[in-house]
């Protein structure tokens, strides 16, 4: 079995800060790729930044230059800086790994349970 816990939600202010963290734990061999998404209400769920083992980074043009998301593969653990925000990345945000259990193994991924974030005055 392999767990994903997400933390560092929470309600900001406009142009306020926070960083999310998400730690794997169980059966993982190796992890191939980490990434953040996110679900505002009515809105289907949408890529916010990968990270490859390489660590190669991809981000939605929405959070450019905004959010930099970063790994720590000691840990099992990604991470997601977010700056400047704004009402709009008002969402739940979900961390999602491609991980090997074995040597061997296909690839398999994983969903944490999600964390909210409020951007508000």
């Known amino acids: 079995q392999v767990q994903l816990v997400e933390s560092g939600g929470g309600l900001v202010q406009p142009g306020g800060s926070l960083r999310l963290s998400c730690a794997g734990s169980?059966?993982?061999?190796?992890?191939?790729?980490m990434g953040w998404y996110r679900q505002a209400p009515g809105n289907q769920r949408e890529l916010v930044a990968t990270?490859?083992?390489?660590?190669?980074?991809n981000y939605a043009d929405s959070v450019k230059g905004r959010f930099a998301i970063s790994r720590d593969n000691a840990k099992n653990t990604v991470y997601l800086q977010m700056n400047s925000l704004k009402p709009e990345d008002t969402a739940v945000y979900y961390c999602r790994f491609i991980i090997k259990v074995s040597r061997n193994s296909p690839d398999y991924q994983y969903w944490g349970q999600g964390t909210q974030v409020t951007i508000s005055s």
């Open positions: 990270i490859t083992n390489g660590g190669s980074t």
């Open positions: 169980g059966s993982i061999f190796s992890i191939n790729a």
